[in-house]
């Protein structure tokens, strides 16, 4: 629209200055016609730089306004709770010399903790942790919640709440003064700080909250998810007390936001291997369509790149992300050397058969189903998170202590060892009469060495390890489950 206005305005000065010149005849006139004449060649000289610079403009004012909103809640956050008065123009000023997606609450947040003096840098994650936390208890939207959860695990995992250092104690100090709503550097004592992260971690993150609740090793913790998940999506571990609702819940939330967002078609030709503008295409989820040979196309389409793009919700206009994101990084002797089209793709109602993933018989066919849910946002849920995180207090953990296999004791197993473990373990607990996790450090290494070579030799294909191997694996096992007692009767 304003590029219109721009270009009727245009045409109207050019207008008026030919017709004034077209009545200047007189030789004593010719200053004017060669003043209107370089008046005229600078309009359309200055049109297309005068345009980009209103676009510009409106681009960095939307940049602006979206960031001072992010500011403005943090800035209020660190009031109550430290007394810090976050200067939000000078904050602002510096985020804008950053490439850090300003459309994240969360990276808002943390760039901004670099600008917040005065403290350690422990202290300083206590804050932004605490802060993320507040976003989490008043936030109502899904999608964000659970985003929100994933940067509170990468602290959690930053600090060491098995051994409760003083760094440790220091983040559970700070959120036990959030959740009693008083100013974070108060001094606490007499804390249960085991007691207390228990509580801490089983609201943000159930997975890591079952970890610690089990006393894993660190290393062990990854391993531990991984089996979680796989357990949740075979239909292993029973989650029949899951709240029903939550996947409406999810879906209604997904289907609003597919509503009310657009995705980018992007077709292109050489220009899109330009590093930057690979770049800014990465930086966005995206699917990239496999180069097929076309059928009732035209020949030529077999030559073009082919993605769609889902940028943030407050970057739906797909002529701003040209303009800003795409056109600056062009080279200028390369204009000529290929093109790149983005296309608006509103977001539409998505249909199915089956309609859910219940019945399908493969597991990699059930997590295909499920990811098809991202084609319309963009958004991808870890769905077995959100199962654990909406069992809350239900969750039986004697339950899981049965059910857990005991790879979670040894962690960097390739995937097929993992899977072959998983598969066979109901089976080789009741061999062996194990009742809880802990059980395994009561078993001979031995006869354990034996069932798994009894195992892999009746796969009917080629051996996954040699005997040898199996007796080293099973040594590790009864070793760490060893530990894992002597953790569990420390409780």
Request: charged fraction near 30%.
């Amino acid at each position: 629209m304003i590029k219109l206005i721009i270009k009727i305005i245009g045409a109207i000065l050019v207008g008026i200055a030919t017709f004034i010149g077209g009545e200047l005849t007189s030789p004593k006139d010719d200053v004017y016609i060669k003043a209107l004449a370089i008046f005229t060649a600078t309009l359309f000289l200055f049109f297309d730089p005068i345009f980009e610079f209103i676009e510009s403009w409106k681009i960095k004012k939307k940049e602006s306004k979206i960031i001072q909103n992010h500011l403005q809640i943090l800035k209020k956050f660190l009031s109550k709770f430290i007394e810090y008065k976050l200067d939000i123009k000078s904050t602002q000023n510096e985020l804008k010399k950053t490439e850090c997606d300003f459309n994240k609450r969360e990276i808002i947040f943390l760039k901004s903790m670099e600008y917040v003096h005065g403290y350690s840098q422990v202290e300083l994650d206590a804050i932004y942790l605490t802060a993320i936390c507040h976003e989490i208890d008043t936030d109502k939207n899904l999608l964000n919640v659970d985003r929100y959860k994933n940067v509170v695990a990468t602290i959690f995992e930053k600090y060491n709440f098995f051994e409760m250092d003083n760094d440790a104690k220091r983040i559970v100090d700070f959120y036990y003064n959030y959740k009693n709503n008083i100013k974070l550097t108060t001094v606490v004592t007499n804390l249960d700080y085991k007691s207390e992260t228990n509580l801490f971690t089983e609201k943000y993150n159930k997975t890591y909250n079952l970890t610690f609740r089990l006393k894993l090793e660190k290393d062990q913790a990854e391993e531990f998810r991984t089996t979680l998940a796989i357990l949740i999506s075979s239909g292993k571990l029973n989650i029949k007390q899951i709240e029903k609702n939550l996947q409406e819940k999810i879906n209604t939330q997904l289907a609003n936001r597919a509503k009310n967002s657009k995705a980018f078609l992007v077709l292109a030709n050489r220009f899109h291997k330009i590093d930057k503008v690979e770049e800014v295409l990465n930086k966005f989820p995206n699917v990239i369509f496999p180069l097929k040979k076309p059928t009732e196309l035209p020949e030529s389409i077999k030559y073009l790149h082919t993605r769609i793009v889902y940028p943030p919700e407050n970057y739906q206009n797909a002529s701003e992300f040209l303009n800003s994101e795409i056109k600056p990084f062009i080279p200028s002797e390369k204009v000529n050397d290929g093109f790149i089209a983005i296309i608006p793709i509103e977001g539409t109602e998505l249909y199915s058969f089956p309609e859910n993933a219940d019945n399908i018989k493969y597991s990699y066919m059930k997590d295909g189903f499920e990811s098809i849910t991202a084609l319309k946002t963009g958004v991808s849920l870890n769905m077995s998170e959100l199962y654990i995180e909406s069992m809350q207090n239900e969750i039986n953990i004697d339950e899981i202590l049965s059910t857990i296999p005991f790879n979670i004791f040894v962690p960097g197993l390739s995937t097929g060892i993992r899977s072959l473990i998983i598969t066979n373990y109901e089976d080789i607990k009741r061999k062996f009469n194990i009742t809880r996790l802990a059980d395994w450090s009561n078993i001979n290494v031995d006869e354990l060495k034996t069932q798994f070579i009894e195992i892999d030799e009746a796969r009917e294909k080629k051996r996954l390890y040699k005997d040898e191997n199996w007796g080293k694996l099973a040594k590790q096992i009864i070793e760490q489950a060893k530990k894992h007692q002597q953790a569990i009767d420390k409780k």
